[in-house]
Each structure stands twice: as C-alpha cells, then as structure tokens.
C-alpha cells in the first residue's frame, strides 16, 4: 500500500479475540527504496514500527521496501485511484442502520455485529450490507462478515485509505461521505456499520456527524467493558445526537453486571453472546 508521510496505524487485532496489537506509521519523508520496515497490520501496511504487545502476531515482520509500481502513464499507483464510487446525486433506498460502536478496543464489537447480522437474516432480511467504517482494514473481520451473510463487506481501503487514523486527518469527511453513499445507494433490507477503537478514536465523531446527517433513526448498539464506560459513551453520543438502542459487551457477562450497567444507563443491556437482544433492536 502507499500512503502518505504522516500515516500513523494505532493498532488492530489480528482477529476477533485477540489483543495482538502494533504502533507505529509511516517515517517523515515516506518509504525509501532498499531500507527494511514493518508490516504492521495484516491488511499490509508498512512501516516504522513504534510499540507493540508481548503477545504473537502473524502479520508482525521485517520487510524490505523495493519501491512503489507505476503504471502505463508513469504515475506511482495509490489505492485512492481504485476507490469505489457513485454516480452524484447517488440515490439513497432508505435501509435501516444498525451502529455498533465500542468504548475500547476487544469489547465484542464484531461479535455484536455478527449477532445482529444473523438476527436480521432470521427475520427475512435477503440482502444486508456490511461496513467497517473506522480503525485499520482487517481481512478476517471482513471474513467474518462474510461468513455470518453479509452480501457485500466494505472498509476503508475501498474508499482510499488502509486505516481511518491518524485523529484529524485531512480529507477524511469525504471518504466517509463516499462509504456513506456507496453502501446506502445499495438496494438492500439494512445496513451493518461497525466502528473499529472507541467512540472518539479513530476519526470515529466525523463519521457519526456524517451518519447523522444520513439516518436520525439509526439503532445504536454501544460494546462496553464496564458500566461507567458505558454511561460516559452514553452521554458522548447523546451530545453528538444519538441515542443507544442497546448495551452489551463484558459489562453484561454477568446477571449482576448486565442489571448495574441497565440501571445505571437506563439503557436495555442484552448479553448479544447468549440472547441476541431482537426484541430490543427490532
């Protein structure tokens, strides 16, 4: 891949239940030909590796840069020349949004994601398109999707950039926009939008101001470690104009956890593991 000076990977989990995570970006001045990088996530980004985990990663190695191709008009090729788009004005089919946003890393967002997706295909949903719309392309939660029934999976890389960091980005509104207008110009009976990290990482409050505009009545479904993150993401997202549908995640592990999480909340709190909470989110 090739990416700008400035580029910086916070970290992605090699799957679903791991914690295997790698820091570091693109060095000042961009990737020079001959010297020896990191492959720091398993969608192939490259570069100076900053910090990582004990734990294994398979994608982790020193790679050797060799240099980027040019095409046929002697122009460096960027996967932003590849990205998906839509005719203008694109046309919206008005499919409901299910969210499922997390207030950290490892809190079960796919997984609730996964959950929500099968009880949409056992409530007769035939078509049900997928979006990892924030953190760093990952392969095998675009599988897992797939796996689970999602008729087609987008993340950032279909849309010009291999991770949604570093905070603050430039341009990083309209690549939203774009995802945005791909997936809900999609005949289909819903939208799945994940967002990778927490609700403020990640470039995460731009996508949901771009959300917003799109779908007020998007079902929320928040991934929570505890019930005071989860109270403190509750309050985030009421300020920036959403409201919960739905709790779950560790913070409902357990009969004594998922009752003080609801109570504190005053948000339903469902175990997505154990009961899928389709009375809540339909």
């Known amino acids: 891949m090739i990416l700008a000076p400035g580029d910086v990977f916070l970290g992605t989990p090699g799957h679903r239940e791991s914690t295997r995570w790698a820091v570091g970006g693109i060095p000042e001045g961009g990737l020079i030909p001959g010297n020896s990088y990191w492959v720091l996530a398993e969608c192939g980004l490259v570069g100076d590796l900053v910090g990582g985990t004990p734990q294994e990663m398979a994608h982790l190695a020193k790679v050797k840069y060799l240099g980027a191709i040019v095409g046929n008009d002697g122009i460096f090729l960027n996967i932003r020349q590849f990205i998906l788009t839509v005719d203008f004005p694109s046309v919206d089919y008005k499919a409901p949004v299910f969210l499922v946003l997390g207030t950290s890393a490892e809190v079960g967002k796919t997984t609730a994601g996964t959950v929500v997706l099968r009880s949409l295909r056992r409530k007769g949903a035939t078509r049900v398109i997928a979006l990892k719309a924030t953190g760093t392309s990952s392969l095998s ?142």
């Open 141 to 282: 939660e675009i599988a897992v999707y797939q796996d689970f029934g999602a008729n087609q999976v987008f993340d950032c890389v279909d849309f010009g950039l291999p991770t949604t960091y570093p905070t603050g980005r430039s341009g990083i509104k309209e690549v939203f926009a774009g995802a945005l207008d791909t997936c809900l110009s999609i005949p289909c009976d819903a939208v799945l939008v994940e967002c990778g990290g927490d609700i403020l990482g990640a470039n995460v409050p731009v996508f949901l101001d771009c959300l917003k505009h799109r779908r007020l009545d998007t079902r929320v479904i928040l991934a929570a470690a505890d019930a005071l993150g989860a109270l403190g993401a509750k309050r985030i997202l009421e300020e920036m104009g959403f409201t919960l549908t739905l709790i779950t995640g560790p913070c409902t592990d357990t009969a004594t956890l998922q009752a003080r999480t609801q109570t504190l909340c005053g948000i339903p709190a469902v175990n997505m593991t154990r009961s899928g909470g389709q009375e809540v989110l339909f």
